[in-house]
C-alpha cells in the first residue's frame, strides 16, 4: 500500500535532511533513498543550509575560516534542519551550537559574535514603527518632568541589544563588519552593542551594561521613572539622561505607546 501523502513529504523531507533520515527509514523510502539521484539532491539541501549560514553568520565565518565554519554548520544542520522557507531567518541557534560544539572550544567568545550576526538579521527583519521624537519628548522634560517618568517606553521592533561581561564582541565583530584593521591592540573586557534599524537599514554602535539594563526594563513594561530606578539599582553610576539620549539618537524607542 503505498504511503499517505503527509507520511512521504515528511519522510521525504527527513531523508533529505543533511545526515539523512532518523532512525530505521519504511521500506518505500529506502528503496528511494537508494537510487544513484537521491544523493544529489541530499547534497542539494545540505548547501543550501551551509550557504544559509555563511550569509547569516559571515562575521564568525570569517573569524574561523572555511573548513571550521563549514564543520559547524553542517553538523547544526543535521540536528536543526531549516523550519521556515525564509533562509534569511536560519539559523537561530547557531551562537549556542557554537558554544557546544568541541572544536570551538578554544575560542569563548565566538558565540557572542554570532549572537551579533543573529541580531543583525533580526533588526533587518523586524517590522517597522515610528521612532520616538526626541525632541518632543525633551519639551515634554522641560514643562513637566514627573510626566516624562510616567512614559511607556519601549524598544524599537528593529532594536536590539547585547552585554557580554567577560569578552571584547562588539569590536572583533565591528571590525570585520567594517573590514577594520583586525590586528590592531585590544583591550581584553567586556563590551556591548546597540543595533537599531532608523533609516531601513541597520547601524550598530557601544553599548554599556547599563545602556543594556535600560533597554531590558523598558522591555519589560515599566513605566521610564521605574525602568529608570531599576536601572541605577543595578548600575549607581550611570548617566542617564546620557543613556536615554544616545538611546534615542539611535532610534532604539519607539513612539508608538505615548
Do not use: K
Amino acid at each position: 500500500m503505498p504511503p499517505r501523502l503527509s507520511h512521504f513529504q515528511d519522510g521525504l523531507a527527513g531523508a533529505l535532511r543533511p545526515g539523512g533520515a532518523i532512525g530505521r527509514p519504511p521500506a518505500w523510502l529506502a528503496a528511494l533513498a537508494t537510487q544513484p539521484g537521491f544523493a544529489v539532491y541530499r547534497n542539494t539541501v545540505a548547501q543550501g543550509c551551509l550557504d544559509a549560514l555563511r550569509a547569516n553568520y559571515p562575521t564568525v565565518h570569517q573569524l574561523v575560516g572555511d573548513d571550521c565554519f563549514d564543520g559547524a554548520a553542517l553538523a547544526f544542520a543535521r540536528r536543526h534542519p531549516p523550519q521556515d522557507g525564509r533562509l534569511l531567518l536560519y539559523g537561530a541557534g547557531f551562537a549556542a551550537h557554537l558554544a557546544r560544539w568541541r572544536p570551538t572550544a578554544g575560542l569563548p567568545y565566538l558565540p557572542g559574535v554570532a549572537r551579533l550576526d543573529r541580531l543583525w538579521s533580526e533588526s533587518h527583519c523586524a517590522a517597522d514603527a515610528p521612532v520616538a521624537d526626541a525632541a518632543a519628548l525633551a519639551a515634554l522634560a522641560a514643562r513637566a518632568p514627573e510626566a516624562l517618568g510616567r512614559l511607556h517606553l519601549r524598544p524599537h521592533p528593529a532594536a536590539r541589544w547585547l552585554w557580554c561581561a567577560a569578552h571584547p564582541v562588539y569590536t572583533l565583530w565591528r571590525r570585520h563588519r567594517e573590514a577594520l584593521p583586525v590586528d590592531a591592540p585590544l583591550a581584553w573586557r567586556g563590551e556591548g552593542a546597540l543595533l537599531t534599524r532608523p533609516e531601513a537599514a541597520v547601524r550598530w554602535c557601544a553599548l554599556d551594561a547599563a545602556g543594556a539594563t535600560l533597554l531590558a526594563q523598558c522591555a519589560r513594561g515599566p513605566c521610564l521613572g521605574q525602568a529608570a530606578g531599576a536601572t541605577l539599582a543595578a548600575h549607581p553610576d550611570a548617566a542617564l539622561d546620557t543613556l536615554l539620549a544616545q538611546l534615542l539618537r539611535a532610534g532604539a524607542l519607539s513612539s508608538s505607546t505615548y
